[in-house]
């Protein structure tokens, strides 16, 4: 069966720090993968996504994510963390099946940024 | 171009009431995808609709659960004689469909969420 597994449930930085939020999947094909962020209370965000080609993906707000089909991973980056980017972090597989992609998530993996 | 919409952002009902939530998807898209969001959990798929066709429903929806999309645009999720369970953020993302053909990938933009409590 698919599914995401993300191992950090939370996470804490410093500002200025750099950041690799983990993220794992289980899934047969070739997988089209996302990540989202949350805010609190709010719906999420769609930071990038990945389907072919490059397995560097450049996404919103300076985040970038590294495809590795050898580890069957999809790790989320970002150079220096900025305050702004507490929040919650989703990563998904899209199951492909009667010719549209339903959404698998991960548990999610929760941010704290100290100033 | 203003995102997907979501009525109400929050509801509090008691228990064994029915309650109805409405989604608008962007203007442009057809498919129209409803998620659970427990407390501590990733979104959980509920169901899908391609224009008006409800084409997928998980077992996650019970038989207190209804969608409806009569009309191809505005979905909404019925359930009735609510319980504490059903407490959740339910999440409605819409897309323009899969690109190079069927089982492409299609990407999903979410609405804000209503949030369910139950007392």
């Known amino acids: 069966a698919q599914s995401v597994t993300q191992p950090d449930i939370h996470i804490t930085v410093s500002e200025g720090a750099s950041l690799e939020l983990r993220c794992n999947y289980s899934?047969?094909?070739?997988?089209?993968l996302f990540w989202y962020v949350q805010s609190p209370g709010q719906g999420l965000q769609l930071l990038l996504k990945?389907?072919?080609?490059?397995?560097l993906v450049q996404g919103i707000k300076g985040f970038e994510a590294e495809f590795k089909r050898s580890q069957s991973s999809f790790n989320l980056r970002k150079p220096s963390v900025h305050w702004s980017d507490a929040a919650e972090y989703f990563c998904a597989v899209g199951s492909s099946s009667g010719g549209y992609n339903k959404l698998i998530f991960g548990a999610g993996t929760r941010l704290a940024v100290h100033p | 171009d203003t995102g997907v919409s979501q009525d109400p952002r929050h509801k509090i009902t008691k228990r064994g009431q029915n309650v109805t939530f409405r989604c608008d998807p962007i203007s442009e898209h057809n498919r129209l995808y409803w998620y659970r969001q427990t407390l501590g959990q990733g979104p959980e798929f509920l169901t899908y609709f391609q224009n008006e066709a409800q084409l997928e429903k998980s077992r996650l929806l019970s038989d207190r659960f209804s969608a409806e999309r009569p009309k191809g645009s505005f979905s909404t999720l019925e359930i009735q004689r609510t319980e504490q369970g059903d407490s959740a953020m339910y999440l409605c993302a819409s897309s323009s469909g899969t690109s190079g053909g069927p089982g492409g990938p299609d990407t999903q933009y979410f609405g804000p969420g209503t949030r369910l409590t139950v007392l």
């Open positions: 899934y047969g094909a070739t997988p089209y």
């Open positions: 990945y389907f072919s080609g490059d397995t």
